[in-house]
């Protein structure tokens, strides 16, 4: 991170996390909160919830999210929600933006479309809003941050240690659950980009299936948990290829900026049909394109300068990433045939970047960092300490 700071608050935050009963593990899957409340337990930051949830070990009863009854919002700094809270379309929380409220609301907006300000004109009131699949070229609204899937430490675990990048095969991994129904920025990118790079990288595209999951029970849960987000032969083959296709995404125009706007949603809808491209994309972030970043593998996606993507700490072109410019996909390919070191460079790189700006304790610091800024973050008590 640029600054190396953290909002030390002498108060608490608590997250409001999806409160059903009876319903899978896996269907409440809260990454983007669990990602910042690792972070948080790292840094000390006492942190509560309206109910238990996230269990830290299959041996224990120990959750990372502890619910004390004892402990509402009121008595709290910050109140954060994730979308669950919008796509299992159950009310806010009673009382949450009330007028004498002394805390800061927060929303983790992790949802494909741009609808939820439209359906539910309630969910812009947050103070924050931390956007993943944020588009620089949109006009989201002053309260909007952009944000990523970052890394939680179950992802981290797997990809401890990876080997050398001489050790890698060489191979591009590509492992789309929707290959070739899905997205339009995918299936156009693959169309144009892997007849083109498999004179380079060997085509690795086996998919995991849940029939072949592990006996170990801690591997168990942990897909279970995930809504069948985990595989380690996934994480084994991820961490043995030298590069990994992440593109995916939808075109949509670039006017009017307002992404919820019928007219924008209608012209993506225009341009998915009739299999046309624009430069903005939306819903472009993935839990495979962190993966690939911390693994060490050479990450394909589309050039993010050019398509409008916007994160905390942008990722350098050529430098972290590849990214493909889809009116020129042959320079791509010319550029690493000629310059083939190119790619063990931008492993190092890729997965540096990863580490030190998108594990849970720089998350969390950023997400501090950026409500400190706001006026309603004087009200809080805290003392900024410098971390060396």
């Not at 070229?137 to 990048?165: A, C, D, M, T």
């Not at 144009?192 to 591997?219: G, V």
């Not at 890729?350 to 594990?359: K, P, V, W």
Request: charged share 25%.
């Amino acid at each position: 991170m640029n600054s190396e700071y953290l909002a030390k608050f002498s108060e608490k935050i608590y997250f409001y996390c999806d409160p059903r009963e009876g319903v899978p593990e896996g269907d409440k899957f809260q990454h983007f909160l669990i990602c910042f409340a690792e972070g948080l337990k790292e840094l000390g930051i006492p942190f509560f919830s309206n109910v238990n949830y996230w269990q830290e070990s299959s041996e224990n009863d120990e959750y990372l999210f502890k619910h004390d009854p004892k402990i509402t919002p009121d008595d709290c700094s910050v109140v954060v929600l994730q979308n669950n809270w919008y796509s299992i379309d159950i009310p806010l929380p009673d009382n949450l933006f009330h007028s004498d409220r002394k805390y800061i609301t927060v929303y983790f907006d992790g949802e494909d479309s741009d609808k939820t300000y439209v359906e539910k004109p309630e969910f812009r009131q947050f103070d924050y809003i931390f956007r993943l699949h944020y588009n620089s070229k949109l006009n989201y609204g002053k309260n909007f941050h952009p944000w990523s899937y970052g890394l939680s430490n179950r992802i981290l675990q797997e990809l401890q240690e990876v080997p050398n990048f001489s050790q890698k095969q060489k191979q591009l991994l590509i492992n789309f659950r929707h290959w070739k129904a899905g997205h339009p920025v995918r299936n156009l990118s693959c169309k144009e980009f892997i007849p083109r790079i498999q004179n380079i990288l060997k085509i690795d595209n086996y998919i995991d299936s849940p029939d072949n999951l592990p006996d170990d029970s801690y591997h168990t849960l942990q897909w279970s948990r995930t809504g069948g987000r985990h595989y380690p032969n996934y994480y084994k083959r991820l961490k043995n290829s030298a590069a990994c296709a992440c593109f995916g995404g939808f075109f949509v125009p670039s006017f009017p900026s307002n992404p919820g706007n019928i007219i924008n949603r209608t012209g993506k809808q225009i341009l998915n049909m009739l299999k046309l491209k624009s430069n903005t994309i939306v819903q472009w972030d993935s839990w495979r394109f962190w993966e690939s970043l911390a693994a060490g593998c050479v990450t394909f996606h589309l050039d993010f300068e050019k398509y409008g993507i916007a994160l905390p700490v942008m990722p350098k072109n050529w430098q972290h990433y590849i990214g493909i410019d889809l009116d020129n996909v042959q320079a791509t390919i010319d550029k690493i045939a000629k310059n083939p070191e190119i790619l063990e460079e931008i492993s190092t790189s890729g997965r540096l970047l990863a580490l030190e700006n998108y594990s849970p304790v720089p998350l969390a610091i950023r997400f501090l960092e950026t409500i400190s800024k706001n006026k309603t973050a004087d009200n809080m008590s805290r003392e900024i300490v410098e971390i060396k």
